[in-house]
């Protein structure tokens, strides 16, 4: 079923030149900024102590912050933790105060202004584990990729898998120069963001390369710019109903899903939306720098040489 109908093909691949030149241009002022700012790692990575404390009414998360603030601490994390009345406060590093001395002394603080707030949960973090999940976030992140190259050659060719993880290394790059650019706090919930972009984004990749084999096979007399801009028009339709009813959960997370999934839907906000554009903007040039023909998806069928009449 198609709800957006389109009568002819639209050329994507006449614009190849202006896109390639916005990608690559976005590319660097995203590794600029990854390289100037570099990533606001949160606790996660840096280390640091976790409190979890609850209150008998709906916490004021600006005055937390200002007392913490008080305090020296202004670059404490202070969020919503499953209801109004839980707070997650997530404080880096003190070289002067170990955890359960910080603890205490933001407990104390709290406690002048509400004698009701009560204190859940005390973690530390140390900033070796931190490192250590840092380095496993980007050894995950080189797996997935290879796995992708290697999952694309396969299906199709070559070809689409170094094209395929082009892309969704465009993708990643992005949102990290966003991440960099603004200087919003990088987690575990982010990192998580992006590893699920990873599979989306080549999951849109396969459906428009599937359609471009398919073209190779049905399109005999096409060139190779007809074959993908019907592949792509043809699944436009999949592509806005697909990504616009999963764009609206995410806004929905965006929007009442607190402070705790903030930073992790606006990963999955920038992540989608480059996600279309990569797919049909990146990978289909790239495929066709690289050379792609109809020899490489298709075998001919040598028809047999007619015996000679004798």
Known sequence: MEFFRFSRDIPFMSWGKYTTFISLLSFILAIFFLTTKGLNLGVDFTGGTVLEVSYSQPADLDKVRNMLADLEMSDASVQNFGTSRDVLIRLPIKAELSSAQLSETVMSV?????????????????PQVGKELLESGALALLFVSIGI???????FEWKFGIAGIIANLH??????GFFAF?????????????????GYSVNESVVVFDRIRE???KLRKASVPQIINNAITRTMSRTIITHGSTQMVVIAMLLFGGEAL??????????????????????????????????????????????AVL
């Open 262 to 307: 903030h930073y992790f839907a606006m990963a999955l906000t920038i992540g989608i939306l480059f996600g279309i554009y990569s797919s049909i903007l990146v990978a289909s040039p790239i495929i066709m720098l690289l050379g792609v023909k109809r020899e490489d998806l298709v075998k001919l069928d040598k028809k047999p040489q007619e015996e």
């Open 215 to 217: 073209n190779f096979r």
């Open 149 to 155: 190259v290697i999952y694309l050659a396969i299906r």
């Open 182 to 198: 603004f200087q919003w706090e990088f987690s575990l919930t982010v990192l998580a963001a992006i590893l699920a972009i990873l």
């Open 171 to 176: 993708d990643v790059v992005i949102i990290l």
């Open 110 to 126: 709290l406690r002048q202004e509400d004698k009701t707030v009560e204190i859940r949960r005390v973690e530390f973090v140390g």
